[in-house]
């Protein structure tokens, strides 16, 4: 039996049950309607009736996957647009543009980066199963977000899936991206050092919480300009990877990303000419899977970011 048993975290009280269940078990808005009819979502062992029903802080909230088929393997699809700069037998490095989505999840169930990879490279399909992993995701051991283009590793092989996301977890793996930010960044560089989690009003967002997990962003000034608005350009290091990690932070010390519309607070560059946040994935490092080689790729700005500096002027 396929159950998820959350307690309800701060982050959900108040919230619908039905947007929570969709969150929590990651599944689509209609398959949670069958769910709940189907009596599958209860609340305290408590059959919920209404999608409507309010989460409250410290309730157990489990539901019962079983009432949906098994998940189907993701199609391969030939129309996904994404550049490989890197293969060999134990891994791929993809330079993922901007808008595109790296794993099928709620409201996304095709055209991902997984999709465009699987026509590629069909074993993929295999090192899900070998690895243990989600169906959804063979290969993947980081993301980007939708709207963030650059450089992502995807695991060939179980063995080299194992050893990215160790990896991974002892910070062993550099990743630099190019940002621009709203403001002017006082000093050289600095470091911010503030845990990261979902957010209390808007549990689709993340935020800066005690309750949140560990995060650091370390930055470098790069440039900085004055029209037609004061703007930063930065170069962040992660050395945590948490969602929208770097986004949270910025906006957080008061210098939010450039074109990003969900962590802005309302600001923005006037005459902007991207439709997106500036932030691109620009520089990947790390210890080769099977030779222990250290390894280096880099990524250009893509058009769109380049044709935004030169709108700016010192």
């Given at each position: 039996m396929s159950v998820v048993r959350v307690e309800v975290p701060i982050s959900l009280d108040g919230v619908r049950v039905d947007k929570a269940v969709a969150l929590v078990a990651d599944v689509s808005r209609s398959s949670v309607n069958t769910l709940i009819g189907e009596g599958r979502?209860?609340?305290?062992?408590?059959?919920?009736?209404?999608?409507?029903?309010?989460?409250?802080?410290?309730?157990?909230?489990?539901?019962?996957?079983?009432?949906?088929?098994?998940p189907l393997a993701p199609a391969a699809d030939a129309s996904v647009v994404f550049d490989v700069v890197y293969e060999d037998?134990?891994?791929?490095?993809?330079?993922k543009?901007?808008?595109?989505?790296?794993?099928?999840?709620?409201?996304?169930?095709?055209?991902?980066?997984?999709?465009?990879l699987l026509e590629r490279y069909p074993e993929l399909a295999s090192v899900a199963v070998e690895a243990g992993t989600d169906i959804d995701r063979p290969g993947i051991v980081h993301r980007l977000d939708r709207g963030t283009s650059g450089l992502m590793v995807v695991a060939r092989s179980a063995d080299?899936?194992?050893?990215?996301?160790?990896?991974?977890?002892?910070?062993?793996?550099?990743?630099?991206?190019?940002?621009?930010?709203?403001?002017?960044?006082?000093?050289?560089?600095?470091?911010?050092?503030?845990?990261v989690g979902r957010s209390v009003s808007s549990?689709?967002?993340?935020?800066?919480?005690?309750?949140?997990?560990e995060a650091r962003t370390r930055y470098q000034v790069e440039q900085r300009f004055l029209e037609p608005a004061p703007t930063t350009l930065m170069t962040a290091a992660l050395e945590t990877g948490r969602t929208?990690?770097?986004?949270?932070?910025?906006?957080?010390?008061?210098?939010?990303?450039?074109?990003?519309?969900?962590?802005?607070?309302?600001r923005s560059l006037p005459g902007a000419v991207i439709g997106r946040p500036f932030l691109h994935a620009?520089?990947?490092?790390?210890?080769?899977p099977t030779t222990g080689q250290s390894m280096t790729w880099t990524s250009d700005l893509p058009d769109d970011l380049r044709g935004q500096l030169e709108q700016l002027s010192s």
């Amino acid at each position: 039996m396929s159950v998820v048993r959350v307690e309800v975290p701060i982050s959900l009280d108040g919230v619908r049950v039905d947007k929570a269940v969709a969150l929590v078990a990651d599944v689509s808005r209609s398959s949670v309607n069958t769910l709940i009819g189907e009596g599958r979502v209860l609340i305290d062992g408590q059959v919920v009736r209404s999608r409507s029903t309010v989460l409250r802080c410290g309730q157990e909230l489990a539901v019962d996957r079983d009432a949906e088929q098994a998940p189907l393997a993701p199609a391969a699809d030939a129309s996904v647009v994404f550049d490989v700069v890197y293969e060999d037998a134990d891994l791929i490095v993809v330079d993922k543009p901007a808008g595109l989505v790296v794993h099928p999840g709620a409201g996304h169930r095709s055209g991902t980066l997984v999709n465009g990879l699987l026509e590629r490279y069909p074993e993929l399909a295999s090192v899900a199963v070998e690895a243990g992993t989600d169906i959804d995701r063979p290969g993947i051991v980081h993301r980007l977000d939708r709207g963030t283009s650059g450089l992502m590793v995807v695991a060939r092989s179980a063995d080299a899936y194992h050893s990215l996301v160790s990896q991974l977890g002892d910070r062993e793996v550099s990743r630099l991206y190019r940002v621009l930010v709203l403001g002017q960044v006082e000093g050289a560089s600095g470091v911010v050092d503030a845990p990261v989690g979902r957010s209390v009003s808007s549990p689709t967002r993340m935020a800066v919480s005690r309750r949140g997990k560990e995060a650091r962003t370390r930055y470098q000034v790069e440039q900085r300009f004055l029209e037609p608005a004061p703007t930063t350009l930065m170069t962040a290091a992660l050395e945590t990877g948490r969602t929208h990690q770097i986004r949270v932070h910025l906006s957080a010390i008061g210098h939010p990303v450039v074109g990003d519309e969900v962590y802005a607070r309302g600001r923005s560059l006037p005459g902007a000419v991207i439709g997106r946040p500036f932030l691109h994935a620009y520089s990947l490092s790390l210890a080769h899977p099977t030779t222990g080689q250290s390894m280096t790729w880099t990524s250009d700005l893509p058009d769109d970011l380049r044709g935004q500096l030169e709108q700016l002027s010192s």
